[in-house]
């Protein structure tokens, strides 16, 4: 859950992300990218198959069929190109954690193509107590898991209870090395001395869990942050269309308690949250230093995104789930292997979170046909892109984003991103937007929808 400028490279004089900038000095940072979907299990769902929600049919986080293990995903190719498979941390891959059969550790995930995996989940689910995983055993064995079980209950009171008093976000109880993120950052750095000892190539696909609610960033890091500093995105609320989209924006409201908050609530979860990032910073930066000290730096890619953004109070909401661009677009970070020059002045092109899983085959020489993705080493250019959500549909280009019903393509909202960036005002009722619109659902939306991407994004 990664807003877009929530890094130094990225322009946000704020945040401390020494490792993020140092790896985006050495590549390039896609300014302009995308997630398929504003929630997790779908956008993950396309990150491994590489392709759409219209295409491999998860539109939601809900319990349901996830792309079946044995369909065909990146990691199956990478697989059949000779590459040891690993996995790290949260994956969300799951639908039901609480299916014993699901919490075994890696029997699901070697059905979708890794040979080796180490599961995480979110810390709301981390905090029942008949959840295993390699972390749970870590507190335990560390006399930590009761305290922080019972503090992880009281932050999601704090952040997602009715009640508007009391609402000062709480930093994490543990110190900054036996936190989730980083337990996983040094079980990443573990499996990357494996594979040097064994010998590549390898893939690691590394799932932090954070930043995501209830935020709670260590003490140590959150306090580098002055609330009055964070910086916010358009305050809210903004006008709701009175439409289905329209009807779907409240319940968000409702079901994630936002109508609660003020200003101080998100200065507070922001600290939190920039702590969070600072967190994930030092991990990535170890991983980093890992494959320098073992000799690998010289032919190894890697690449940093998000399953999708979050709002932090932007249009009056937080988290995610709508097509505000701080929901909508991830960092996409591409980092060749030191000495191999990527080519600059990229940065804002459009870009689809599935690029990145097509850029890894591209990289891996791994198949890559018959896939939704265009490798970000080639010369391919999106005019548009697009993401979904439930019964809802957006297409957006360098000028425009318009949000439609996907069973009937009937607009909901159109911004026009050059006059109004911060997507204040809905104008989809405009005249001279009728043209536009107009181009947009029979040129791009309804071969999409209908699952005809080619001609979609040609």
Partial sequence: MTRPNVAGYAGNEVVRTPALDALAARGVAHRNAYCESPVCQPSRASLLTCRFPSQHGKRQNAHGPFPAPAADSIVHRLHASGYRTLQ???????????????????????????????????????????????????????????????????????????????????????????????????????????????????????????????FDGPAELSELYDPAAIPLGPSGPDPIPDNRY??????CVEFLGSGHYAEADYRSMGRHYYGAITLIDRAIGDIAATIDALGLAENTWIFVSSDHGELLGDHGLITKA???????????????????????????????????????????????SGLAGRSLLGDARRSVVFSEIGDFSMVATRELKLVVESGTLEPQVLYDLRADPDERHDVAADPKYASAIA????????????????????
């Fill in 88 to 214: 790290v941390g949260k994956t969300h891959f799951s639908w039901d954690p609480y299916d014993p059969a699901v919490r075994r550790a890696g029997v699901e995930l070697a059905a979708f193509g890794f040979d080796e995996s180490a599961e995480e989940y979110d810390k709301h689910v981390l905090m029942e107590d008949e959840i295993e995983t390699p972390y749970v055993g870590y507190l335990r064995t560390h006399g930590l898991l009761d305290a922080w079980r019972e503090h992880e209950r009281e932050q999601t009171e704090i952040m997602f209870g009715r009640d508007p008093a009391g609402r000062a976000a709480l930093a994490e109880a543990l110190a900054p090395d036996d936190t989730l993120d980083a337990f996983i950052g040094r079980q990443a750095c573990e499996q990357i001395g494996h594979c040097a000892a064994d010998g590549p190539p390898f893939f690691l696909w590394v799932g932090f869990v954070g930043p995501h609610p209830p």
């Fill in 439 to 458: 181009e947009l659902v029979e040129r791009r939306l309804r071969p999409y929808v209908a699952g005809d991407v080619e001609t979609a994004t040609a």
């Fill in 322 to 368: 709508v097509f505000y661009d701080a929901s909508v677009r991830v960092p996409v970070l591409v980092v060749p292997p030191r000495g191999h020059a990527l080519p600059r002045g990229e940065e804002w092109r459009l870009v689809q979170g599935i690029d990145v899983a097509a850029t890894i085959l591209d990289v891996a020489g791994a198949d890559g």
């Fill in 246 to 251: 329209g009807e779907f924006i409240r319940w």
